[in-house]
């Protein structure tokens, strides 16, 4: 079983908004249960002190994988906050820990990016430290990591910026009776973009010899 664990980014959520974990059963193989936990507006914190982490602790089992993305709610100025250089690892660590005393594998992840183009075509860096912070646990634990972070935002400069704006949840003026003035989200994914940003996670994956077994073979089972 992979389990998942994260914010709005990550979580299945109501169209038209998808976060990529929506989309990873269409990556596993035949008999792999994907359970997304993840729910928006949750930091590593309040995602344990919601009592969200709860029931992912109590049925995980040995063999099971992981996947954990924070960071996006982490660095709010309320009850969600942490500190990227203490109480934020501490979260994650203890995310990790209980994994493994379970006999399952933690994979941590950095958070995805943000769109925010600047006039010059580059991204701008909206995660602060948290990156940074996750990278230095795995690095110290040698827990695998995904730096899904890194990945996305190649890709956003990649595209360019009209194009990236096709991931996420976007519509014209008078396109959307939710939205009649238009709206386009520079965190939040459309279906389409949650399969793209999911394939970035599982290529990351496959690099990851533990966590490879759980896919498909190059769109296969």
């Known amino acids: 079983m992979i389990w998942i664990i994260g914010d709005s980014t990550v979580e299945d959520n109501k169209p038209p908004f998808r976060g990529w974990g929506w989309a990873m059963p269409g990556f596993t193989r035949e008999g792999v249960t994907v359970r997304n936990e993840a729910l928006s507006g949750r930091s590593s914190r309040s995602f344990?002190?919601?009592?969200?982490?709860?029931?992912?602790?109590?049925?995980?089992?040995?063999?099971?994988?992981?996947?954990?993305?924070?960071?996006?709610?982490?660095?709010?100025?309320?009850?969600?906050?942490?500190?990227?250089?203490?109480?934020?690892?501490?979260?994650?660590?203890?995310?990790?820990?209980?994994?493994?005393e379970k006999g399952a594998q933690p994979v941590l992840m950095t958070p995805v990016s943000r769109r925010f183009f600047v006039g010059d075509g580059s991204l701008l860096y909206t995660h602060g430290e948290y990156p940074r912070a996750i990278r230095k646990l795995a690095e110290e634990t040698g827990i695998p990591l995904i730096d899904l972070k890194q990945m996305s935002r190649e890709l956003y400069m990649s595209l360019g910026e009209q194009k990236a704006e096709e991931l996420f949840v976007h519509f014209s003026p008078g396109e959307n009776a939710d939205y009649p003035d238009g709206y386009s989200d520079k965190t939040h994914f459309n279906a389409y973009g949650a399969k793209v940003i999911c394939e970035l996670v599982v290529n990351g994956m496959r690099g990851i010899p533990v966590c490879a077994p759980f896919l498909k073979d190059n769109g296969k089972d």
């Open 48 to 100: 344990r002190e919601d009592g969200l982490f709860e029931p992912v602790e109590r049925e995980m089992a040995a063999g099971d994988l992981l996947l954990i993305q924070f960071g996006h709610n982490d660095e709010k100025d309320d009850e969600r906050h942490t500190d990227p250089d203490s109480t934020f690892p501490e979260q994650l660590r203890r995310y990790c820990d209980a994994a493994l």
